[in-house]
């Protein structure tokens, strides 16, 4: 028996299992350094003032009411626009053309639009937006986040209602329901869940974007609810106070990336509770 | 809703009795069109929202041939040629961001694919039952965190530590090694390629990591089963039978992370430097091509320096569309097989 390629596998064997080991304790240690020192710069900065007051001038003290409120605003909005046309569009694909021509066509495009740079999106709606309209608006801002929630209720909407068991769809035909209200009263109620949860994830994604409102919705240092002039929002507000070079507005930075990585987490907890919950019953 | 599906079933008994009058039937005509209609409508709906899908991806291609045709037809090949980019002579090359962006994204796969490897590693063959879930959630979070904490963590974070105590170490260690010393040449600025290749290697992790770990888990067992009972380590399995297996999925999943990695923006923008330069060394600041557009797009005047950045969208898009591209057709093959 050749001993020394035992060892030599067994050698082998012990560094890639010790490497796969490292290789985890160091992903895991990033995650717990990138949110510890969240924590440890913006957890000080957080205070009822910030929920409460506008961005404040350099040197002065102030809150980041406005961009909380514009992040939610035009999150809500493009979650409103963009949730009917992906919830239609991933009903097609996974009810009427399950296997036609253009459903695949779409699921490619789909999973193309869903890793698309946003930053492309951003010059795309400042192209067909804000440059005929002449201004910057926090309406383009949310038709911007809207193309990006898109791609991804379609890609759960149609992944859910497939996998809606087809007997359910027969037994509600056999009666002599019409094909759209099955749809409407049978897949929907069935996949209600996994949509929500796609949303959920949608919402996630989309409330951490700054890229595509940097032209599109722009920044405002005062409170506004116009939809139709530039809005502040959280991301556009970091990025802005982050690269300054006062220290009061860094450390506002913060405690605005602290909030902005604790809802989204906390979104994304949810929405894999809600997802986990429906496989298990 | 509900009493109009109820009143079709209604309506499907009345259908057998004899005793009806005409009166009922025309209302039951009427009321199988009206479902006829909305039947349709629906349908329409649901397929037009899907052809808007396409028109959406055709739309962003058109409006950024459109937006970039000035400075296309301005500087023609050039464009991508050179690597001057001054707005006060109006004279714009994207070699600068088109390297930055390629190298950038070359150092993040360099660190991220063996890492997610090894890591979807454990996950499929190594780790305790119990902790796959809650350490796959965990790098999966990872990725849910948005890129400007990326980005703001990395100005203040990572640069400063990579500045004190990584690059005089990089810088000393490659002095006398002849090719590595002018890639680790220059001061340590903190921030730069090398930097925004870390943060992207850190970003695209969890991409590659769980789509490596989903192929994995495609695997069958049997043929694992048949390695181990012959007698290979864990390794070995690795190596020999699950990878092989799976290459066309894992390919797609280092791609797909690939195409995150070329075109992610704000994390960039904040530790790689903007200078429009192409530099040997990698501690050098250089820029991306979102980089570029995002700090430079709303101060832009003139028509020339806008179409000039619209191209450079452009030249992004089309790269991640290939990429992408590649990526999901290679996973559709992964996903045909082992359906």
């Known amino acids: ?281 | 809703m509900e009493s109009a599906g109820r009143r079709s079933v209604a309506e499907l008994a009345l259908q057998q009795e004899a005793s009806l009058g005409a009166q009922d039937a025309r209302e039951r005509a009427r009321a199988l069109d009206r479902f006829r209609l909305s039947d349709n409508m629906f349908r329409l709906l649901t397929r037009s929202a899907a052809i808007g899908v396409l028109i959406l991806l055709g739309g962003v291609m058109l409006s950024l041939v459109i937006g970039a045709w000035p400075a296309l037809s301005e500087f023609g090949l050039d464009f991508v040629s050179t690597q001057n980019w001054n707005p006060v002579t109006e004279k714009f090359g994207a070699l600068a961001p088109v390297y930055g962006t390629l190298v950038t994204s070359f150092i993040a796969m360099l660190l991220a694919i063996p890492f997610g490897l090894l890591i979807a590693m454990f996950l499929t063959e190594l780790c305790p039952k119990f902790l796959r879930r809650p350490i796959g959630i965990a790098i999966e979070l990872l990725a849910g965190i948005p890129s400007i904490i990326y980005g703001i963590w990395g100005l203040f974070v990572l640069a400063p530590f990579l500045q004190v105590h990584v690059q005089p170490f990089l810088i000393d260690t490659f002095a006398n090694v002849p090719v590595l010393n002018a890639l680790f040449a220059g001061p340590p600025y903190g921030i730069g390629i090398l930097t925004a290749g870390l943060i992207l290697a850190i970003m695209v992790l969890p991409f590659i990591t769980s789509i490596s770990r989903d192929v994995f888990d495609s695997v069958p067992p049997v043929l694992k089963e048949a390695a181990y009972g012959l007698g290979c380590s864990t390794w070995e399995v690795m190596r020999f039978v699950v990878l092989p297996y799976t290459r066309v999925g894992v390919i797609g999943g280092v791609m797909l992370g690939l195409g995150r990695a070329l075109g992610e923006t704000m994390a960039v923008t904040f530790v790689i430097g903007n200078a429009h330069k192409v530099a040997a060394s990698v501690l050098a600041p250089g820029t991306t091509i979102s980089a570029t557009i995002a700090n430079e797009f709303t101060e832009a005047v003139g028509d020339l320096y806008t179409s000039s950045l619209v191209a450079l969208g452009l030249i992004l898009f089309f790269i991640t569309f290939i990429v992408l591209a590649a990526a999901r057709y290679m996973l559709l093959r992964m996903e045909q097989r082992a359906g």
Not at chain 1, 85 to 113: C, P
Not at chain 1, 122 to 140: D, E, K
Not at chain 1, 200 to 216: C, H, I, N, Q
């Open chain 1, 1 to 281: 028996m050749d001993r020394s390629l035992y060892a030599r596998r067994r050698l082998f064997n012990t560094i890639a299992v010790t490497a796969s080991l490292g290789a985890t304790g160091i992903g895991l240690a990033w995650l717990a350094v990138i949110l510890f020192g969240l924590f440890w710069q913006g957890f000080s900065g957080l205070s009822p003032k910030v929920f409460t007051e506008m961005t404040p001038p350099p040197g002065a003290d102030g809150g980041l009411l406005n961009a909380i409120t514009g992040s939610l605003v035009m999150t809500v909005l493009g979650v409103v626009i963009g949730t009917p046309i992906g919830l239609l569009a991933g009903t097609y694909m996974a009810e009427y053309g399950k296997h036609d021509k253009l459903s695949s066509v779409v699921r490619f495009i789909n999973d193309i639009l869903l890793s698309a740079p946003s930053i492309v999106v951003g010059l795309f709606i400042y192209q067909i937006l804000v440059r005929p309209m002449g201004h910057f608006s926090a309406l383009a801002g949310a038709v911007s986040l809207a193309v990006l929630v898109i791609p991804v209720v379609v890609r759960t909407t149609e992944d859910m209602l497939n996998l809606v068991p087809n007997t359910l769809r027969e037994a509600a035909v056999s009666i002599g329901l019409p094909r759209s209200l099955m749809i409407r009263n049978i897949a929907y109620r069935a996949a209600l869940s996994g949509i929500v949860t796609g949303v959920l994830l949608a919402v996630a994604r989309v409330s951490g974007e700054t890229a595509p409102l940097l032209f599109t919705a722009l920044n405002n240092q005062f409170f506004s609810s116009n939809l139709n002039a530039p809005m502040a929002s959280l991301p556009a507000v970091i990025f802005q106070f982050a690269l300054s070079p006062y220290k009061d507005w860094q450390k506002l930075a913060w405690t605005g990336a602290l909030i902005i990585t604790l809802s989204v987490l906390a979104l994304s907890i949810v929405a894999r509770a809600l997802a986990g919950s429906r496989k298990a019953s």
